[in-house]
């Protein structure tokens, strides 16, 4: 901005107020995380990442959510329901039959071509959640 006004400028301080649904006032401060945890409390301040990721999902079969954590790949026989509108390349959730987040990966086609797959790779894995 100085630059631009011919003043030159610099930033003093700057302080993330909000990021996405979370405010700094919900924030905790590192002192109270140290106070939480050692009182054995800080559990009941954290979010669950369910509360967090807002990705439309796929949820997967019983059978192959265990499958999940040593990165096999979903068929289409393993999966039971999709989950909102994505894009190819979309960070989507990998849900069991209990909503869980299991991982969080990056489509492989349209959430409007799913069904018509064709044997292409339903995602790839970013992170595997255990």
């Not at 939480?36 to 796929?58: D, H, N």
Request: aromatic residues 8%; contains cysteine; positive net charge.
């Amino acid at each position: 901005i100085g630059e631009k006004i011919g003043c030159g400028a610099y930033l003093f301080k700057l302080s993330r107020i909000k990021v996405g649904d979370f405010t700094l006032q919900e924030a905790l401060t590192p002192n109270e995380i140290k106070y939480y945890c050692q009182a054995g409390t800080l559990k009941r301040y954290l979010k669950s990442i369910e509360m967090i990721v807002a990705f439309p999902s796929i949820q997967v079969s019983e059978e192959f959510a265990p499958l999940i954590l040593v990165g096999r790949q979903p068929r289409m026989k393993d999966i039971t329901a999709i989950s909102g509108d994505f894009a190819r390349n979309d960070h989507i959730s990998l849900i069991d039959q209990t909503g869980k987040i299991m991982a969080i990966g990056k489509a492989g086609l349209d959430s409007s071509d799913f069904r018509n797959s064709n044997g292409q790779a339903v995602l790839t894995y970013v992170r595997v959640l255990n």
